[in-house]
């Protein structure tokens, strides 16, 4: 596990976005997704939406004084970290997580391990976080072996997203192996907010003239009428593609200049469409805030949802789908700054607790992590549990 950290080019670039520095304010303001997340901890107290969790797994020598300095050095540099919960103003902790450390009484590498593993992932990834004693970040390790360890980083979302904790590691692990800047991460926290803040009002006149008139509800068929209060309850279901297959998928959205999600997005719209007879279709979009240069490596929590409409017909083919499909990827990408909660607070659409305001499903394209990459000194794969419910 490894990451190149440039934090005098991160500060150069950021300094060309603000209008004043903010690495003086010691306390960052709060984001309005911050504010929402703060009222579902209220409305669900401990719900699984609200938590992230992610690992990985370390071959070789561990020694766990040195594991807990880098975790508090990682910690010092984001002040994020060390917020508490609740109305502001916040106040920051000065402590980091303390390290615990599990060990597993099965033969190392046996079936009866691996099950065991699975069920301390789940347990510790499962277990809410107590708001009251900050920090909102648990640090976690497992012993498999005499060099083979699992870090698990469990959060609440408060402070960080799934791609935060996975920044997190690979701090961790470049501070492991002498690789990690002295002094706090730079941009801040408090600068992402103070960047976000100005550009609203002309974002906010753009999403709302794209989504007026559109439907309010995507009326799928179910076997099962729709409860009255979502459960958040859900599944998954794996399905891998072969490569013969990604390779025409990838041809085919180069000679529509898209890329492979612009791809898989089409085929998303034209099977929602197929299946609901509606031609009015608003998809909501996982995006990152981390697709701003400055921000590619800052911690916090910068995931944001972009409410994508497409407009398409039955018989519509498929050169006219791929480029309805790009032309709304690009115009959302272009407008992405737009916290999703400052939007619904905009356009006030009629609350039901039985489905979510706006966008009723939503696409998300990730890279899978590789399953092993390997440091100067120990080996590392990423694990990570991300929850089968919807953000509520």
Not at 4 to 30: F, K, M, S, T, Y
Not at 63 to 88: K, W, Y
């Amino acid at each position: 596990m490894s990451c190149q950290v440039n934090d005098a080019a991160c500060l150069e670039q950021v300094a060309q976005l603000l209008p004043i520095c903010h690495h003086g304010c010691p306390i960052p303001r709060r984001t309005q997704a911050q504010e929402r997340i703060w009222f579902l901890e209220q409305a669900y107290p401990g719900h699984a939406l609200l938590r992230v969790a992610s690992g990985a797994r370390i071959v070789g020598p561990l020694c766990t004084d040195a594991l807990q300095n880098a975790i508090d050095r990682v910690c010092a540099r984001h002040e994020v970290l060390r917020s508490s919960f609740g109305a502001p103003p916040q106040t920051l902790s000065v402590t980091s997580p303390a390290l615990t450390v599990d060990s597993l009484s099965e033969t190392p590498g046996s079936t009866a391990q691996a099950r065991a593993r699975q069920r301390w992932i789940a347990v510790n990834a499962g277990t809410p976080q107590d708001l009251g004693q900050p920090p909102l970040l648990r640090a976690q390790l497992l012993r498999l072996a005499d060099t083979e360890h699992l870090l698990l980083l469990c959060a609440h979302r408060y402070i960080c997203d799934e791609e935060a904790l996975d920044l997190l590691l690979g701090e961790i692990a470049n501070n492991l192996d002498g690789r990690l800047p002295d002094g706090p991460a730079a941009p801040t926290f408090a600068d992402f907010v103070a960047w976000q803040h100005p550009q609203q009002a002309t974002l906010l006149a753009h999403w709302t003239e794209r989504l007026a008139g559109a439907t309010a509800l995507l009326e799928l068929p179910t076997d099962h009428a729709r409860p009255a209060i979502r459960s958040y309850q859900g599944a998954s279901l794996p399905l891998p593609l072969p490569a013969p297959l990604v390779d025409r998928l990838r041809a085919l959205a180069a000679r529509h200049a898209l890329d492979l999600p612009g791809v898989f997005l089409a085929a998303f719209a034209a099977l929602l469409q197929r299946h609901s007879g509606q031609n009015d279709l608003v998809i909501g979009l996982r995006s990152s805030y981390r697709a701003q240069a400055p921000f590619s490596r800052l911690v916090g929590p910068l995931d944001n949802i972009l409410a994508l409409r497409l407009q398409i017909s039955a018989d519509a083919d498929t050169d006219t789908l791929l480029q309805r499909c790009g032309e709304a990827l690009a115009d959302a990408r272009a407008h992405a700054g737009l916290p999703f909660e400052r939007l619904i607070e905009a356009l006030q659409p009629s609350r039901n607790l039985g489905y979510a305001p706006v966008c009723q499903v939503l696409f998300d394209y990730h890279t899978a992590p590789p399953r092993d990459a390997a440091g100067r000194r120990r080996h590392a794969a990423p694990l990570r549990r991300r929850s089968r419910q919807r953000r509520p």
